[in-house]
């Protein structure tokens, strides 16, 4: 789109603003709701379409479930989230905090999980009365057509909510120009880095969701079986294309022959083929570049001493189609180790204990997840406040659940994404002390 009328649609939607605004809550949930309503009725469509687009098999159903759970949350929480805080409703004053919407929410869309990703903003936008502007993925325009199909189909006007195409250059003028007062991106540390270059000095509030390397840790207590099946699929699943995807697993001395000897047995049984085919349990990865800088890193760790547990499957062509790996042998020298993979890869190291654990947990420029696998919850509270991450999970991985705040530390970025706490990154505080009783000429 050209930048004039970029700029333009932007003015448009602060110009439609205060009207959205002006609808009664209700009415603006209940016209959220009926446009996931309307995505939802094309969910086998979803699901060809994605796998053409980003290569996700259709075995998996496309992603309607997730996005009608997180827009449902969202829209159960509103009135929690955007209630008043009264501090005093007395004979003499009226104090309180209300919440505003911010006007102009600017959503950047990552192209991995499309609808998902997109919808934790969408929804609570919408519903506190910003007006939104979605720029999606390269890799997944066609999710933003139907999006914008489907909230239009169902009475959202259309400068309320509008989807652009936008090139790198278009976006940073319409930042800088303040056409928005939130900017949500969630994508590559890079890209952050630019979202916040072009708001530089305009106080636009930029939230960001970037890069991950999440660690599983595997204690001595776990069930085995169920941390080998849930943490491999949790770094295999979608090619390993997955904001909180595992990339890293530690293991305690005692559980690591046999979890490492369980996880190479699954993941030689995945099927690495067409993603239209139903019989396909991991698709190509989205793009040629992703593939070969999973390939760099698996190249490197090899040459460095690491061993390679999956030998190359008949399906791999060199270029998107990747063959699943394991690797030990592994240290943090690695890049495999460091830097964010973001595919079917993942190293797995001993360790001796918690302490060791938690070390190498922390040893990361990412926080956005950890898994840790126990029977101990006491233990998983006190390993949870020592390791530097948004969200602790025990005994699951790589699952967003709407009513918490999604968020991260670190080179991950600052977001406030879902549960109550979005409504409140979405709106402004406005305070009103109210005196209800004129004062005389000699009090204040």
């Given amino acids: ?24 809550l209700d009415k603006r949930i209940a016209l959220v709701l009926a ?25 998996y159903g496309g992603e309607f479930g997730g996005f009608a759970e997180r827009a449902g949350k969202m829209a159960e929480l509103a009135e929690e989230g955007l209630a008043p805080l009264v501090i005093e409703d007395s004979d003499s004053f009226l104090r309180q905090i209300l919440r505003e919407p911010q006007g102009v929410v600017f959503v950047v869309a990552p192209w991995n999980y499309p609808y998902m990703t997109a919808i934790n903003t969408i929804a609570p936008a919408l519903i506190a009365g910003n007006t939104v502007v979605l720029k999606h993925a390269a890799q997944t325009l066609l999710v933003g057509e139907r999006l914008a199909e489907a909230f239009h189909a169902v009475g959202v006007p259309a400068d309320v909510f509008q989807n652009l195409v ?10 800088a120009a303040r056409a928005f007062d939130v900017v949500n991106f969630t994508g590559s540390v890079g890209g952050g880095r630019a979202m916040e270059r072009a708001a530089a000095g305009t ?22 079986d169920a941390a080998v099946d849930t943490l491999i699929d949790g770094a295999m699943f979608n090619s390993g294309q997955c904001c909180c995807g595992i990339e890293r697993i530690y293991v305690h001395d005692s559980l690591y022959d046999a979890f490492v000897d369980k996880a190479v047995a699954l993941v030689k049984g995945y099927r690495l083929g067409n993603p239209l085919d139903e019989e396909t349990t991991i698709g190509p990865m989205a793009h040629v570049r992703f593939a070969a800088e999973a390939r760099a890193q698996i190249s490197e760790a090899v040459a460095a001493g690491a061993m390679a547990h999956i ?8 270029a998107a189609y990747l063959t699943p790996q394991i690797l030990t042998a592994v240290t943090h020298d690695m890049r495999v180790m460091r830097d964010e993979t973001f595919g079917p890869v993942v190293g797995i190291m001993a360790v001796k204990d918690d302490a060791e654990a938690i070390q190498r947990i922390n040893d990361s420029d990412f926080g956005l997840t950890v898994s840790l696998w126990t029977r101990d919850v006491q233990a998983a509270l006190d390993i949870g406040a020592k390791v530097q991450t948004g969200t602790v999970f025990m005994n699951r991985c790589d699952y967003l659940d709407p009513a918490l705040c999604w968020t ?17 990154a979405l709106t402004r505080p406005k305070s009103y002390h109210l005196k209800k009783v004129c004062p005389d000429a000699t009090q204040r």
């Avoid at 439609?16 to 002006?22: G, H, S, V, Y």
């Avoid at 936008?166 to 930042?175: G, Y």
């Fill in 311 to 318: 030998a190359p499957f008949a399906e791999d062509d060199g």
């Fill in 166 to 175: 936008l090139d790198h250059d278009t976006t940073a003028q319409l930042i």
């Fill in 408 to 424: 991260g530390c670190k080179d991950t970025g600052r977001g406030t994404g879902l549960s109550v706490l979005a409504y409140h």
């Fill in 35 to 59: 446009a996931v309503a309307e995505v939802g009725k094309t969910t086998d469509r979803m699901a060809v379409e994605l796998a053409n687009q980003m290569g996700r098999p259709v075995r």
């Fill in 203 to 224: 106080f636009t509030q930029v939230a960001t969701e970037l890069g991950g390397k999440d660690p599983g840790y595997v204690r001595a207590d776990a069930d085995l």
């Fill in 1 to 24: 789109m050209a930048a004039d009328l970029a700029h333009a649609a932007a003015s448009r939607a602060r110009a439609a603003q205060p009207a959205w605004a002006a609808r009664p």
